[in-house]
């Protein structure tokens, strides 16, 4: 049990503001989470429906809204489970609690006489109701103490169960699961025109005779300039010509070749994680090593462009979207439009997968807008492609430099890490300073201001070894491009620099990688999932580059959260420098498992968008026109590059929750280096691993290294 | 600049006015509420979107709703039998779900074209078709499932 009760629950301690029993026995729970297709839903109602003696399928799950559902913020961080499953926990206890005391008061006998299963209430076999006929006995406004015990972990019977997702029967069979499926009776279209080079502002737009079929209005405001049509396929075209009366002032970006060159000239300010002095230890170390690592902007990406429906009616004006935080969304857009919170509701619903901050809450502002401008009209408004992946914030590109020493004895006795990023955070906040309309609006720079050094950028740059004396620190600088939270945040590009770096450190001491990190290791839960994740994956100590190879790499995400051990098997094709990754081993503990399957699932997505990340994307503004305009500029992972993928679950019942929704992600990146190391004596430090950089990189290794290497 | 249409979809033929230029895409979605057909890329490259004309698999986005009369369109609203959305449900083979309908067409075509189809005939059937949750190696084993499943039947019936 929490010693405090958690913060969400001191806020809004009601428990009807978390469940509510309906009177055909049904249970209604409102979490502020967000379905983001991480299968929150149907573990949070394995939480629930286990605490109060329900099926399943007695559970209702309204869709978040401003309206009834408790502000948790955003949903993001693998934080859900943790938060708001202990929150509804908790409520879900007290409420089980409160209908014995309820019904052992009626029929005047003790709470341990009354038995609850299957959503009815018993007094020693004697049926009482059903939850929806006693729901009345109970005191309606009580608050949540945080003080009845959960159930026992022992008596469980959904938990840890693998029960199927609620929402997967409508979206396979093409229902209306989504929010770009919804639709309003006489719904108009709308379109925002944007520039397709990066970063551009607009110069002029001449609308004089300017035939638009099926147009009904074309807003400007600053520089913001949106259509609204009655038919979407009129609206595209109407964009279509529009932009071609459009001029724009092109905006100086950086060259990307050397873009890791061009951010170290930037003014940074810098953040001591640790404060260590490892000079003098640096000094007696028999060997040291240094290297550098680079991970160039990336994009979420998402299958399909962000949307939102906003309509105006009654001085009332609703938005439907897929943000992730729909309050802290109510507030930037109440700031940004001038209106008044209460005159403002937001529904959430289901998106395209977004792994972050993407365009789901601007296009929300662009809806919004458009839709002040026709009330009674429902507006939908959709970006394209070529607006999404270039106008929503990308994770910022980052240079890590390590720097080690080894002892006598084969131990690091001094560590440094230097970290180079930009911010990582760049979600609205309610100031109305975040939202790409209202920097055009106001004619401003195209991106927000900038949020300084905060824990994303350094996440996962220390890590659970013990590295003798050391220092790490992470600077910060300010980029030229919009970016805020992708997905793992800085634990992705600072786990590629840790994990690969240990694996170097390995090899010049001639230790086996997983001996040398359990050398270094003392939390037991660590060791053991590297330990199973060598057994599974058959782990072979490397004798000598053969084309074909075996990695490791292993982090605890925020090092508080789940632990992920990972072994990659793959092969380098000596003509093409093409890497083909043929299985990926994977080891979890993430404390108590609600659900097995879901759990796997969102590992097994962590892993791919790991491999993508690793093997292919990459954001490049000076080629193709200034910009990325579809799927042929911004390269992802694709069903010829999928590998056998094991995923295999320590479970800890007893143990609390540890969130794991990004926790593959992190050692991706090093488990792919340190296997094409092990493959082919080729240390690869910057990603992608793209055909083009192994060539880059073999013309200019040394003499020496060359030696080690095969490949033609 | 509106005409007439008549498509055949799901077995039913329906009646529509619009622009002929039109991609068929907008056609389902917003005048026949069939949105089981997703919109991704509207560019012809993420097959979220794809449909069956003919039995074969094509992509709406970029379809004229004209070129498709007289032709026998098939959307996963009217895929039957089910037994590869039943696959996809069994194997939990979806995270965001967005992209799944369009590669359940896809794999349609794929089983009725090669009802012996192996993993690498699956990948390539795919090629063109993004999921970026990563839920692939699912997907893969559901129309694996699937295929298996219609095998089965065929050696019943
Ligand atoms: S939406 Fe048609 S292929 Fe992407
Ligand atoms: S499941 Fe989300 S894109 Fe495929």
Redesign the pocket.
């Known amino acids: 049990m929490p010693e405090t009760l958690p913060a969400v629950l001191q806020t809004f301690p009601l428990l009807k503001s978390w469940l509510r029993i309906n009177a055909d026995n049904t249970l209604s729970m409102f979490p502020g989470k967000v379905e983001l297709g991480q299968g929150i839903r149907t573990a949070l109602a394995q939480i629930v429906a286990e605490e109060l003696e329900l099926p399943l399928s007695s559970i209702r799950i309204p869709e978040v809204s401003t309206e009834h559902s408790p502000d948790e913020g955003y949903t993001a961080g693998s934080a859900s489970l943790e938060q708001s499953g202990l929150a509804l926990r908790l409520a879900a206890a007290q409420l089980r609690e409160s209908l014995k005391e309820a019904a052992a008061l009626r029929y005047e006998t003790d709470t341990a006489n009354i038995q609850l299963k299957d959503g009815k209430l018993w007094q020693q076999g004697k049926l009482l109701g059903s939850y929806g006929e006693v729901k009345d006995w109970l005191e309606p406004n009580q608050t949540i103490t945080g003080r009845v015990k959960p159930k026992d972990c022992n008596s469980y019977t959904l938990i840890g169960q693998a029960k199927p997702r609620s929402d997967i029967p409508a979206k396979v069979k093409g229902e209306a699961s989504f929010l770009h499926d919804l639709q309003f009776p006489a719904m108009v279209h709308g379109r925002v025109m944007r520039p397709s080079q990066y970063g551009a502002r607009l110069k002029s737009l001449d609308t004089r005779e300017l035939e638009l079929p099926g147009l009904i209005k074309l807003e400007r405001k600053g520089n913001f300039v949106g259509i609204i049509a009655k038919e979407e396929f009129q609206a595209v075209k109407a964009l279509e010509k529009l932009a071609q009366r459009a001029t724009w002032e092109t905006n100086p970006l950086p060259n990307f070749t050397m873009l890791h060159n061009h951010l170290q000239t930037l003014a940074t300010e810098e953040l001591t994680v640790r404060e260590g002095k490892p000079e003098q230890h640096f000094k007696m170390a028999k060997t040291r090593l240094e290297a550098s690592y680079t991970l160039p902007y990336q994009a979420h990406a998402s299958v399909a462009p962000s949307c939102a429906i906003a309509l105006l009616d009654n001085e009332q004006l609703t938005v439907w979207t897929h943000s992730q935080g729909i309050y802290p969304l109510r507030r930037e857009l109440a700031k940004l439009l001038n209106w008044p919170e209460e005159k403002l509701t937001l529904i959430h619903k289901d998106g395209p997968g977004c792994y972050g901050h993407n365009g789901a809450d601007d296009v929300a502002a662009d809806a919004a807008l458009l839709a002040l401008t026709l009330p009674g009209k429902a507006v939908r408004v959709l970006w394209s492609l070529e607006q999404e992946l270039q106008n929503e914030p990308y994770t910022p590109a980052m240079l890590l430099n390590l720097k080690a020493g080894l002892d006598e004895g084969g131990k690091i006795n001094a560590w440094e890490f230097t970290g180079l990023t930009d911010s990582h955070v760049g979600r609205p906040g309610g100031q109305g300073d975040r939202l790409r309309a209202g920097w055009e609006i106001a004619n401003a720079p195209y991106k927000a201001k900038w949020s300084g050094p905060s824990e994303g950028g350094y996440r996962n740059a220390e890590t659970l070894y013990r590295l003798g004396e050391a220092r790490v620190r992470t600077r910060f600088y300010q980029g030229p491009l919009r970016v805020s939270a992708l997905r793992t945040l800085g634990a992705f590009a600072n786990t590629f620099a840790n994990e690969s770096f240990i694996d170097e450190l390995a090899y010049a001491t001639q230790t086996d990688p997983v001996a040398f990190r359990l050398n270094h290791l003392e939390d037991e839960r660590a060791k053991a999932v590297i330990r199973l994740a060598a057994k599974r994956a058959n782990w072979q100590t490397r004798t000598q580059a053969s084309g074909k190879g075996q990695g490791i790499a292993f982090a605890r995400y925020k090092n508080a959260k789940a632990y992920v051990a990972q072994v990659v098997e793959l092969s380098l094709n000596a003509e093409t420098a093409e890497i083909s990754i043929e299985l990926v081993t994977t080891v979890c503990d993430a404390g108590q498992i609600i659900n097995p399957d879901g759990l796997k699932n969102q590992l097994e997505g962590g892993t791919l968008q790991g491999i993508s990340r690793t093997l292919f994307e990459e954001i490049k503004l000076d080629w193709d026109g200034g910009g990325m305009h579809d799927w042929d500029s911004y390269s992802v992972i694709g069903f010829k590059d999928i590998p056998e993928i094991e995923t295999f679950l320590i479970s800890e019942p007893d143990s609390p929750i540890l969130g794991a929704g990004e926790a593959s992600t992190p050692p991706m990146g090093a488990a792919i280096a340190n296997a094409l190391f092990d493959a082919s004596g080729i240390r690869m430090r910057d990603l992608p691993l793209s055909p083009t950089r192994i060539r880059q990189r073999l013309a200019n290794m040394t003499d020496e290294e060359l030696v080690k290497v095969i490949l033609s | 600049m509106t005409k007439p249409l008549e498509l055949h979809i799901n077995g039913q033929t329906r009646s529509v006015l619009s622009d002929p230029e039109t991609p068929v895409?907008y056609i389902l979605r917003n005048e026949l509420g069939l949105v089981g057909t997703?919109?991704?890329?509207?560019?012809?490259?993420?097959?979220?979107?794809t449909i069956l004309v003919e039995g074969k698999a094509e992509?709406?986005?970029?379809t004229a709703a004209e070129s498709l009369q007289g032709k026998c369109i098939t959307t996963i609203e009217g895929l039957e039998p089910s037994f590869i959305k039943d696959a996809f449900i069994v194997e939990q083979a979806a995270q965001c779900g967005y992209c799944i309908p369009g590669i359940i067409m896809t794999a349609a075509a794929l089983v009725n074209e090669n009802p012996v189809a192996s993993r690498e005939d699956i990948r390539a059937a795919l090629k063109e078709n993004l999921c970026r949750c990563g839920t692939h190696s699912r997907i893969l084993k559901a129309i694996e499932m699937a295929l298996q499943t219609k095998l089965e039947r065929q050696s019943h019936a």
Do not use: D, F, W
């Open positions: 895409i997703k919109q991704g890329c509207s560019l012809g490259q993420c097959g979220a979107c992509r709406a986005c970029t």
